[in-house]
């Protein structure tokens, strides 16, 4: 069984830290004739897990990239520990998991993590590390005999190994089955504790809304929505149909206040944010509509809801 939410007020602490670890003031960036960001403003709180959420292209790994000092912002101010994100001095103060991760393949599970922590002044020790990841059994397993999960669960070693301040997760649990999935998530639980900083990317969104203090809705290179889970999903006030009705799933997506449609085998799943009139119209249209379920919609259909206003 999952966790519950993580409750900022419930884990707050007098030892958990104050105040920005990264600010982003105005900041364009451009590939060419593509602008990746567009006059982005938003800081990272220390102690905070905020999720940066959007659809494929949004600005999301763009804003990572800046925040590693791997790209130079186009203009604009940018941050991290109050200097520049590219220097040494920032660098040993991060971790990062990226999904374009590349490690050896002939490697063993803690040859990796020790070689790794010798580029931090103060590592965790590789056993506490292996438990956090999961690895203690595979610890002598070379890279490329894991599998798809195991190799996600060791890039996660690899970002955590350094005993980073500030954490960089770009879907952490891609692969993960749900019992590495759920101890993946305590262990982000557990660093928050500690005081450390995370940014976390997912496409599940329900992991945003499990962990995150923060999300932060990126949309074509702007900043549209950003607050705690509860208030973005109190935004749209979006609501769940499920119900077997004989309408396609063109007809209803034109129906207004219907945010998306989608078929889970005899059933239609709805979300809408009018969910009063929308059942009315479907009541004219079908007849022989039944089995009707009105549940709260929940993140996704927020996410949904933000990102097709700012298409339009």
Same mark, same amino acid.
């Not at 050896?104 to 922590?117: A, G, N």
């Given at each position: 069984?999952?966790?519950?939410?993580?409750?900022?007020?419930?884990?707050?602490?007098?030892?958990?830290?104050?105040?920005?670890?990264?600010?982003?003031?105005?900041?364009?960036?451009?590939?060419?004739?593509?602008?990746?960001?567009?006059?982005?403003?938003?800081?990272?709180?220390?102690?905070?897990?905020?999720?940066?959420?959007?659809?494929?292209?949004?600005?999301?790994?763009?804003?990572?990239?800046?925040?590693?000092?791997?790209?130079?912002?186009?203009?604009?101010?940018?941050?991290?520990?109050?200097?520049?994100?590219?220097?040494?001095?920032?660098?040993?103060?991060?971790?990062?998991?990226?999904?374009?991760?590349?490690?050896?393949?002939?490697?063993?599970?803690?040859?990796?993590?020790?070689?790794?922590?010798?580029?931090?002044?103060?590592?965790?020790?590789?056993?506490?590390?292996?438990?956090?990841?999961? $690895?203690?059994?595979? #610890? +002598? =397993?070379?890279?490329?005999?894991?599998?798809?999960?195991?190799?996600?669960? @060791? &890039?996660?070693?690899?970002?955590?190994?350094?005993?980073?301040?500030?954490?960089?997760?770009?879907?952490?649990?891609?692969?993960?089955?749900?019992?590495?999935?759920?101890?993946?998530?305590?262990?982000?639980?557990?660093?928050?504790?500690?005081?450390?900083?995370?940014?976390?990317?997912?496409?599940?969104?329900?992991?945003?809304?499990?962990?995150?203090?923060?999300?932060?809705?990126?949309?074509?290179?702007?900043?549209?929505?950003?607050?705690?889970?509860?208030?973005?999903?109190?935004?749209?006030?979006?609501?769940?149909?499920?119900?077997?009705?004989?309408?396609?799933?063109?007809?209803?997506?034109?129906?207004?206040?219907? $945010?998306?449609?989608? #078929? +889970? =085998?005899?059933?239609?799943?709805?979300?809408?944010?009018?969910?009063?009139? @929308? &059942?009315?119209?479907?009541?004219?249209?079908?007849?022989?509509?039944?089995?009707?379920?009105?549940?709260?919609?929940?993140?996704?259909?927020?996410?949904?809801?933000?990102?097709?206003?700012?298409?339009?």
């Amino acid at each position: 069984m999952a966790s519950a939410p993580r409750s900022t007020d419930s884990l707050a602490s007098l030892s958990r830290p104050a105040g920005e670890i990264a600010q982003f003031t105005s900041v364009h960036k451009t590939y060419g004739t593509t602008r990746a960001l567009i006059d982005f403003t938003f800081e990272v709180r220390a102690g905070e897990l905020v999720a940066l959420l959007g659809p494929n292209g949004a600005g999301k790994t763009t804003a990572i990239k800046l925040l590693l000092g791997l790209v130079r912002p186009t203009s604009g101010r940018l941050s991290v520990f109050g200097g520049d994100p590219a220097s040494t001095e920032t660098h040993t103060r991060i971790g990062a998991m990226l999904q374009v991760g590349r490690v050896p393949e002939t490697l063993r599970v803690r040859e990796h993590i020790d070689l790794f922590s010798s580029y931090y002044p103060n590592p965790l020790p590789i056993e506490r590390t292996l438990a956090m990841a999961g $690895l203690t059994t595979l #610890r +002598d =397993r070379q890279f490329g005999d894991l599998s798809g999960g195991q190799k996600q669960r @060791v &890039l996660f070693a690899l970002a955590v190994c350094g005993n980073p301040d500030l954490l960089f997760l770009d879907e952490p649990t891609v692969g993960l089955d749900v019992e590495a999935r759920l101890l993946l998530w305590q262990e982000i639980r557990n660093l928050l504790e500690r005081g450390k900083t995370v940014v976390l990317t997912t496409h599940y969104l329900e992991e945003a809304d499990a962990l995150a203090d923060r999300v932060v809705v990126i949309n074509k290179g702007s900043l549209i929505a950003q607050g705690t889970p509860a208030e973005i999903k109190a935004r749209t006030a979006g609501k769940k149909i499920r119900c077997v009705t004989e309408l396609s799933a063109a007809v209803l997506r034109s129906l207004p206040g219907v $945010l998306d449609v989608e #078929r +889970d =085998r005899e059933t239609t799943v709805i979300r809408t944010s009018r969910p009063e009139d @929308v &059942l009315r119209r479907i009541f004219q249209l079908d007849l022989s509509v039944s089995d009707i379920e009105v549940t709260s919609a929940g993140l996704e259909a927020a996410f949904l809801a933000l990102t097709r206003e700012a298409k339009n």
